[in-house]
């Protein structure tokens, strides 16, 4: 299994921008699809967005679209979660979680094998 770190995530104004990012180790996750899931307090943990191995495809989810980009370094063995244009509804627990190898992306979280152990990011308004 490959092991993750998420790191990045603090407090923001409404409209700010935060870049987090999670670090693989293990393996190398070149071969694994990505995706990165929120949880906020009284929610069930959501989908956010989602890169393929190779990075062929993406997927995001509407509340998000427009605003938020994934992008993966599989040389750093790394995946970035880029978040603009943020709200308060954006404020959540943020977990990274691989799928594979040659995973495909989902949005069923228990379709991912291995996670982050996540990290808080607060939008005030």
């Known amino acids: 299994q490959v092991q993750l770190v998420e790191s990045g995530g603090g407090l923001v104004e409404a409209g700010g921008s935060l870049r987090l990012s999670c670090a693989a180790s293990?393996?190398?996750?070149?071969?694994?699809?990505v995706a990165w899931f929120r949880h906020a307090p009284g929610k069930e943990r959501e989908f956010v967005l989602g890169?393929?191995?190779?990075?062929?495809?993406?997927d995001y989810a509407d509340s998000v679209q427009g605003r938020f980009t994934i992008s993966r370094d599989d040389a750093k063995n790394t995946v970035a979660l880029q978040m603009n244009s943020l709200k308060p509804t954006d404020t959540a627990i943020y977990y990274c979680?691989?799928?594979?190898?040659?995973?495909?992306?989902?949005?069923?979280?228990?379709?991912?094998?291995?996670w982050g152990q996540g990290t808080q990011v607060t939008v005030s308004s």
């Open positions: 979680a691989a799928r594979g190898p040659w995973g495909t992306i989902t949005r069923d979280p228990a379709d991912f094998g291995s």
């Open positions: 293990g393996r190398s996750i070149s071969t694994y699809a």
């Open positions: 890169i393929t191995w190779k990075g062929g495809a993406t």
